[in-house]
């Protein structure tokens, strides 16, 4: 008889699993059970979506001093208004962290990536100079109101994510640019500490290899980048050292959080020399909430690109929206 009760018992909660979701580790969310997991944007794709306002992504341009620069905006479920990260990729732009965008996009957030003037099939020229104000254009695009209709857009929550070039980009842009409420640099490159170690007769060979990168001297066709050579961005950073030197910049960052993040493999902007400037100068600034952290990993985050993920995604969420 015990036998025969605890049947028609289990019989009775499988039909009310089949009424009201299945069981799958006890956790009940708005009416649906779902898998604990899936509460990680990292690692599990969204239970459920909204089908009137799925994830999607767009293919756009938009205007940057006369220049259309093109990208696609990743846009986060559900009618929003939702918080929208700037994605601003390194140099010349071979690692563009997209995996990082999705996780983010998953995580709730709009996420626009783009490429800048004269990089990947954009208008216009390359440069440094061009990149900061390209920063700033997407800035100003996500925040006009025909964005913030047509993309769902909190103007309000506007964050920058960059890596090594693009988190110079995010810095020195966000320090002209107060709207943008959080920053975030992933081994974040400073051209005015770069500058310094390109001056003298001992940096030839330092130069000259920078000049090559640039000039694409390792592919067969001409790169990535137009408008712009070896020769020209070594008279552009040795010219403007004090202005790219955004270690400087900190004090601009008043009431706003930063994230500022480095590998501790990193041979291309060692964290002993970009990092350790970067967080002391911040650490001295009023009033920025700065969080830092040092990682394992390459420049590109090769082989901790979870861990890395799972840091930018904990912390935007905790800090961006």
């Known amino acids: 008889m015990g036998k025969l009760l605890g049947s028609v018992f289990a019989v009775g909660i499988l039909l009310l699993g089949g009424c009201f979701g299945e069981t799958v ?47 696609h905006f990743y846009l986060a479920g559900g009618a929003g208004p939702h918080p929208t990260v700037i994605m601003l990729h390194g140099f010349p732009g071979y690692e563009k962290n997209l995996d990082i965008a999705q996780a983010i996009r998953r995580a709730g957030f709009n996420v626009l990536f ?11 020229s390359f440069s440094l100079s061009n990149v900061i104000e390209d920063a700033q254009a997407a800035s100003a695009f996500v925040r006009s109101p025909d964005s913030i209709a047509k993309y769902r857009i909190d103007p309000k929550r506007i964050s920058f994510v960059g890596h090594s070039m693009g988190g110079f980009a995010a810095l020195a842009a966000a320090a002209k640019d107060k709207q943008v409420g959080c920053v975030i640099g992933l081994s974040p490159a400073d051209y005015g500490i770069r500058g310094s170690m390109f001056e003298g007769e001992s940096a030839a060979q330092a130069r000259a290899g920078f000049a090559a990168y640039v000039d694409g001297e390792h592919l067969l066709g001409r790169g990535s980048l137009k408008g712009t050579s070896g020769k020209k ?8 050292m004090e202005a790219f030197s955004v270690w400087k910049q900190a004090g601009e960052f008043s009431g706003r959080n930063v994230f500022l993040l480095a ?40 082989w901790t690109r979870l861990a890395l993920t799972q840091e930018v995604v904990k912390w935007l969420g905790a800090n961006c929206k």
């Open 263 to 302: 590998a501790k493999d990193d041979t291309v902007l060692p964290p002993d020399v970009y990092h350790k400037a970067l967080v002391a100068a911040f650490k001295q600034a009023d009033d920025v909430s700065l969080t830092h952290k040092l990682m394992e990993g390459d420049h590109s985050y090769s």
């Open 114 to 124: 783009f490429h800048y003037r004269g990089a990947w099939g954009s208008e216009g």
């Open 233 to 240: 961005l070594l008279a552009e950073i040795a010219n403007n």
């Open 25 to 71: 580790n006890n956790e009940v969310v708005s009416g649906h059970i779902k898998p604990v997991a899936s509460t990680n944007p990292v690692t599990t794709d969204p239970v459920s979506i909204d089908p009137e306002y799925p994830p999607t992504t767009v293919e756009l341009d938009f205007n940057s001093h006369g220049s259309a620069l093109n990208g």
